[in-house]
């Protein structure tokens, strides 16, 4: 049976890996025992050479080049990624977990596009190799890994909420008992099998409780437990030293990432079709479509806030910072695109807020309190300035349509030749621009 530290990499076992490994300099070396093992992995990919992972750091990088391609590579093949679910490579795989955690703590924020990455790969690998062991050992390591997961016991309903948002699992799939959700056999038995008379309790769970649903919450709490890792790890390096080596691999990390990316993404690669490469650049006000010149110009009738917080907000600042969002099927922040927030602040909410002064009355006179909620609609909570540390804590909230502008600010909505063929104002935007900034100009 597969070790539960190659599912779960923060398992005691996986701690017990760490304890015994030793020297970090070694990462660097080249091993034996790692390429052998790759080499003899079923299915792996081995006619090209720089297919195999030779050393530790070697090994974490392609483990980040895995999930980039994985999620981006229309080409992607994974005969040249089969060693990473290999259960015979489980030690050598946590000590990179670890590696990786690390120097991702120590080289990015805590909600960065990187962090991310690596988290959402970290599920998608537990449920890849999930997949591979057979059906019956495969329950018995699904139970001792939620076993050890579960700190206090339960998992309340409430902890997946972002699974269930992402529709990747229905709130009608799970068996909720008290705002617990019920996983186990065990757990099932004691709450429910006197409920069942005429029927065998332990055929009903397995007809309750499904694999899929079981697969899919365990990974999301080891990505929830990677992520709290990572956080402890980034509010330590600030009191304890680093290893030079977790140090050297954050800063591979740092060059690595985006120039992977930039092979799949346009906007790190800036170059592409019209509507695929729209590029961030400065605001030209000569390019914003009717709707929002008037709001810029300040609104005075009714339906000021909205036109404000929500459509100028979202407008000003994917139009400055990631104008292709409705190309892209990623989920950006701000950060991602504005990593010190300067543009933010020197340049989008200064443009926002002039506009709330343009506003009869002047937006923030009356009411204060909407400063707070255009911070929030992008993305870094319920306060009254930008902070990295609180990105993440509400949604980047993206460009309303015409159609719900046309619904909701109707006094706004005076379409001219712009707008013909469009259904966003972010659209016509980037469609204005990019014929302004591509006109001949005057001799
Ligand atoms: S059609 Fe769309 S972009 Fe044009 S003014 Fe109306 S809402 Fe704005």
Not at 197 to 217: A, T
Not at 246 to 268: H, T, V
Request: aromatic content about 8%; glycine content about 4%.
């Amino acid at each position: 049976m597969a070790e539960v530290s190659y599912i779960n990499p923060l398992s005691n076992e996986g701690r017990q890996i760490i304890r015994e490994y030793g020297d970090l300099n070694k990462i660097f070396e080249e091993d034996e025992q790692l390429i052998e093992e790759v080499m003899h992995t079923t299915n792996q990919r081995i006619s090209d050479d720089s297919l195999i992972p030779k050393s530790y750091s070697d090994y974490a990088m392609k483990r980040i080049q895995w999930a980039i391609e994985k999620k981006n590579n229309k080409n992607f093949t994974q005969a040249e990624f089969e060693y990473l679910t290999n259960s015979e490579l489980f030690m050598q795989d946590v000590v990179i977990f670890h590696i990786l955690c690390q120097a991702i703590a120590i080289q990015f924020n805590v909600g960065s596009r990187e962090t991310r990455l690596f988290i959402e790969s970290q599920g998608t690998l537990i449920q890849e190799r999930l997949a591979k062991i057979p059906p019956m050992a495969r329950a018995d390591i699904i139970d001792e890994v939620l076993d050890e997961v579960k700190t206090d016991g339960t998992i309340k309903w409430s902890s997946l909420k972002d699974v269930i948002a992402s529709k990747k699992l229905k709130l009608s799939d799970l068996l909720i008992d008290n705002g617990d959700i019920i996983l186990q056999s065990d757990d099932f038995l004691d709450r429910f099998s006197e409920n069942f008379n005429d029927r065998n309790p332990e055929r009903m769970y397995n007809i309750l409780i499904g694999d899929n649903v079981k697969e899919q919450i365990l990974s999301r709490l080891i990505m929830q437990k990677t992520e709290g890792y990572i956080q402890r790890i980034k509010e330590m390096s600030a009191h304890v030293e680093i290893h030079p080596a977790i140090i050297e691999i954050g800063e591979r990390l740092k060059e690595f990432i985006p120039d992977e990316i930039s092979k799949y993404n346009q906007y790190y690669a800036g170059s592409g079709g019209i509507y695929g490469s729209v590029q961030a650049g400065k605001l030209n006000p000569d390019a914003f479509p009717p709707c929002i010149k008037s709001t810029v110009e300040g609104v005075s009738s009714g339906g000021r806030n909205d036109a404000i917080v929500l459509l100028l907000t979202s407008f000003a600042s994917y139009a400055r910072l990631y104008p292709r969002i409705f190309a892209s099927d990623e989920t950006v922040k701000v950060s991602d695109m504005d990593p010190d927030l300067s543009i933010t602040e020197n340049e989008i909410l200064p443009l926002i807020f002039d506009a709330a002064d343009n506003c009869t009355p002047p937006l923030f006179e009356d009411q204060p309190q909407e400063k707070v909620n255009i911070i929030s609609k992008l993305g870094f909570g319920m306060h009254s300035k930008v902070d990295i540390n609180h990105e993440g804590e509400t949604k980047w909230y993206t460009p309303m349509s015409c159609e719900k502008i046309k619904i909701h600010l109707p006094q706004l909505c005076h379409p001219d030749k712009s707008c013909k063929g469009i259904n966003n104002p972010l659209s016509c935007y980037g469609r204005k621009k990019y014929q302004l900034d591509n006109q001949p100009k005057n001799e």
